[in-house]
């Protein structure tokens, strides 16, 4: 399935810095069909040791890796709901993705100036999320003036739609984003028809400067504030140093780790970033294994077989009949699937199986 993060930021907080890291990362997009030609879009591989070990097990000659698009968005300025700046290209482009990823600056820098002169993270969250709230009071407001005509004549759908826009802008008027209201699962069935930015969820990106005046590491009094801005609203975060994981990117292994130890660097905030997206979106993977390929696909958590299925064929769904199911762990300490057969361990499964993150699975269809 298609997966995009835009990622988003104000000037010089290493926004496009980490978005050149990330394609550095980049897999052939010939393996993704949703993928397009774009220079600002990077087709990045979500880490899993699991792939590489189910390949080897396998004598895989193709290793195709579950994959992330990341966009880099154009940059946000005060007034881009207003269209200022790059501002009405900056929202179409993240009205596209799935999710956003929010790039804060959390270290000081004389030769670096901020836009607003001063590092102040939680400053910096609500410059852009004031930009996506503002945006969608115009398309509430719009909607809601489209649906009164058939609100006054008594259309249940749109009573409805009309009593949950009114509960979101005046979350929207109150400066909270959509996705911090507790809306069910037919409400947000209606909201999702809207494509509000302040709907899709948010990872906060701290990024920090290897060798430098980083708040974390200080301490400092608008870090924990940042930390308790983030928790309050249930949102994920990961810390990177976009800057060192740039240099990095053309290094693999041991070589990259000596290095990364040399510029001062503990931690790849790359991969937890890329992991950290797949996760705040709930999916997860199951794997296909042979000699020709091992790949990872990507399914909402939750999925049944056939739904599944749908990820390698969308026929799956209708003409499928079992599955062959085995956790990843269990057919690797098997040795071979004639052994894990022998042990119990494939499993048969039907259409109400829900597959777990790790199965392997072929189906028959």
């Excluded at 195709?64 to 881009?80: Q, R, S, W």
Aim: charged share 30%.
């Amino acid at each position: 399935m298609a997966l995009a993060i835009g990622i988003v930021g104000l000037p010089n907080v290493g926004k496009s810095t980490l978005f050149n890291a990330l394609t550095k990362k980049s897999v052939p997009a010939e393996n993704y069909p949703f993928c397009t030609i774009d220079p600002s879009v990077g087709v990045v591989a979500v880490p899993d040791e699991r792939l590489e070990l189910l390949a080897k097990f396998s004598n895989t000659k193709k290793i195709v890796p579950a994959a992330v698009e990341f966009v880099d968005i154009a940059g946000l300025v005060k007034g881009a709901s207003e269209g200022e700046g790059l501002g009405n290209q900056f929202l179409s482009h993240i009205r596209e993705t799935d999710a956003i990823a929010e790039v804060v600056r959390i270290f000081e820098d004389s030769n670096i100036i901020h836009v607003d002169g001063k590092i102040d993270p939680v400053s910096d969250i609500t410059t852009i999320n004031l930009e996506l709230i503002l945006a969608d009071m115009q398309t509430v407001t719009k909607r809601l003036a489209n649906i009164e005509k058939d609100v006054k004549r008594g259309d249940k759908d749109a009573t409805k739609e009309k009593e949950i826009l009114l509960r979101v802008q005046a979350a929207l008027e109150a400066e909270k984003l959509a996705n911090e209201l507790d809306l069910n699962e037919e409400e947000q069935l209606v909201m999702r028809s809207m494509h509000l930015l302040t709907m899709k969820p948010i990872l906060y990106v701290l990024n920090k400067k290897a060798g430098g005046k980083n708040l974390d590491e200080m301490n400092d009094e608008r870090f924990a504030k940042l930390i308790a801005y983030i928790k309050e609203r249930g949102a994920h975060y990961v810390i990177v140093d976009a800057g060192v994981e740039h240099e990095l990117s053309q290094f693999e292994g041991e070589e990259k780790e000596m290095f990364r130890a040399e510029l001062g660097s503990k931690n790849d905030g790359i991969n937890d970033l890329i992991k950290g997206g797949y996760d705040m979106l709930g999916l997860e993977t199951y794997f296909t294994t042979g000699e020709v390929e091992t790949r990872a696909w990507t399914i909402k958590k939750g999925s049944t077989a056939p739904v599944a299925g749908m990820a390698i064929h969308t026929d799956f769904k209708d003409k499928f009949i079992r599955a062959e199911i085995i956790f990843w762990k269990d057919l690797l300490d098997a040795g071979s699937f004639a052994n894990a057969k022998e042990k119990g361990l494939l499993r048969t499964e039907g259409k109400e199986y829900i597959v777990r993150d790790g199965d392997v699975i072929e189906f028959r269809v």
